[in-house]
C-alpha cells in the first residue's frame, strides 16, 4: 500500500503536468536519438517507454535516429577507417553501403522492434522513402585552409511534411532514418541533427529534442558542472568563437540554429543517460537538459526563475 504523502505526491506532479498536456496534445515533437541510445539496453527501453508516453498523451511524435557509432563499427569490422572532418563523416563508397545498412537496417529495425515489444504502433521510414528528405550532394568545401571533399554527403534543401501527416493522421509513429536522395535518385548520408531539424522546420514543430550522451549544451565539454540551462542563438553563437562547441556538437548547433531560424519555438539538449530526461525536459519548468530558443527574452516569468535558481546552484558548485 502507498502511504498517504506518495499518493500526494502523485497527484501533486498529475497537476503540475497538467498545463503542459493540455499545451501539447495534437502538437509536433520532433526527437532525435543519437546512435549511442541505442547501443545500451536500458536507455533503448527508456527512450522507447518516454516517446511511447508522449505518443499516448496525443503529442504528433517524429523519432529520427542516428547510426554513426554503429557504421563506424561495420566500417572498421570491414577493414576501414571512417573519416571525419569538423564533426562530420567523410563517405565513400564503401562508407556509404555501411551507413545504409546500419541506418535502414540494424538501427531502424532494432527500434521498430523495441517499439513494437512496447505494442506502439511504430512505422519505420527512410528521408529516401516517397521524397521525405530532400538533399544535394555538398560540394567540396574549404575548412582551415584545406578542400574537402565529404563524398555522397548531402546538404539537405527540404522535407516533405505531407508524408509524415499522413502517417500522423493514420495513427503510426513514424520512425526515421536519416538516408536522403538526389532528384536522381543518388543516396545521399546526411547529418541526423539536420534531418530532424528539416523535419521540425516542415511539420512546423513546437519541439526539437536532440538526445545525444552529454547532459546537454556545456560552457566546457570536459566538464559536466557546466550545464547550460537555457541558451539562445547569441549564446550559441557566442559557444561557437570561443570554440566550446567541439566534434559532434557542431552540426547539432548548425541544427539548432537552422531550427530556430526556421520557426520551430523551442529546441532541446538533453542525455539519454539522465533517466526520464525527456519527460522532465517537457513537462517541468526546471527541466533536465539545454534549452534553446531564439531569444531568451521570450522565455515565461516562471521558466526565468527556474533558470535563476539553476544559475544560483551552479555558481554554488563554483
Ligand atoms: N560544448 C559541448 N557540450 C556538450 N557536448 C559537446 C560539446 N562540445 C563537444 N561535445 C561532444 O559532442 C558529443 C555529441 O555529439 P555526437 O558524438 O555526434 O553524438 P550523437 O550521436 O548524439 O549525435 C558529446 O558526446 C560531446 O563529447
Ligand atoms: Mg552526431
Redesign the pocket.
Known sequence: MKDVGQRAAEVTALKHALPYLRMFQGKTFVVKA???ALDSEPALRSLVEQVGALHQLGVRLVLVH?G??QSTELLRSLGAEPRFVA?RRVTDDQALRAVTMILNGTVNTGLLAAFRAAGLPALGISGVDAGLLRAKRRPAVTIDGQSVDYGHVGDLIGADASVIERLHAAGFLPVVSPLAADDSGALLNVN??SAAAALAIALRAEKLV?????P????D?ADPRTLLSTTDLPGLRW?RETG??????V??ADALEAALRGGVPRAHVISYRTPDSLLTEIFTNEGSGTLVVADLAVLSAAEKAAEDAHQRATDGIA
Open positions: 543519437g546512435g549511442g542516428g554513426g557509432t564533426g541526423a541533427d536532440l538526445l545525444t550522451d552529454a546537454g549544451i556545456l560552457e565539454p559557444l566550446a562547441l567541439r566534434d559532434g556538437m552540426p547539432k
